[in-house]
């Protein structure tokens, strides 16, 4: 994951997240990392328009977004 975090980072590019929100319901969230934490990261959060803040430990899986053919 740490990977797909800093690909996202150094080259400003989306990502998709699963995470496990303060409700306990998995979420997917498309977003862009800002910074790199220790136990987070914070990413702009293309569904809320704001910088927010995720925990690894909360967060499933990522991976890139995937592209329309013709885009």
Known sequence: ???VFSNSLDNKEKIMI???D???QVTQR???VVEMQENSILAYCYYRKQVR???LENILSCGNV???VGA
Do not use: P
């Open 1 to 3: 994951m740490v990977g």
């Open 22 to 24: 303060s409700k306990s």
């Open 30 to 32: 498309i977003v862009r």
């Open 66 to 68: 995937r592209r329309s």
């Open 18 to 20: 699963y995470y496990i």
């Open 53 to 55: 803040k995720f925990k």
